[in-house]
Nanobody, 117 residues
Framework: VQLVESGGGLVQPGGSLRLSCAASALTFSWYDMSWYRQAPGKERELVALITGVGEGLNYADSVKRRFTISRDNAKNTVYLQMNSLKPEDTAVYYC???????????WGQGTQVTVSS
């Protein structure tokens, strides 16, 4: 199983980025997909979650109404659209896949998002 994130980078406050996570070697619709982030000196935290066929969504309070998680099961890909970015959104963002059947989970390698003027 491989999760490959892309789309990170440097953006000014108020800007937008779209992260993508492409999954391989798994039955994608069996997996709840999440984005986590970890800022320097802080614990990894859940940012957003989307269930297997997109019927359920969950967001951290700090990103509600700014971030949107979505998935395309035909492309085995999950997205995180991030708008109105703030400096406190700066972190490494990780893709996470958890099987709804076995509970097995996987992590991506992470992509850096830096919000700075």
């Amino acid at each position: 199983v491989q999760l490959v994130e892309s789309g990170g980078g440097l953006v000014q406050p108020g800007g937008s980025l779209r992260l993508s996570c492409a999954a391989s070697a798994l039955t994608f619709s069996w997996y709840d997909m999440s984005w986590y982030r970890q800022a320097p000196g802080k614990e990894r935290e859940l940012v957003a979650l989307i269930t297997g066929v997109g019927e359920g969504l969950n967001y951290a309070d700090s990103v509600k109404r700014r971030f949107t998680i979505s998935r395309d099961n035909a492309k085995n890909t999950v997205y995180l659209q991030m708008n109105s970015l703030k400096p406190e959104d700066t972190a490494v963002y990780y893709c996470h896949a958890r099987s709804r059947i076995s509970g097995t989970f996987y992590w991506g390698q992470g992509t850096q998002v830096t919000v700075s003027s």
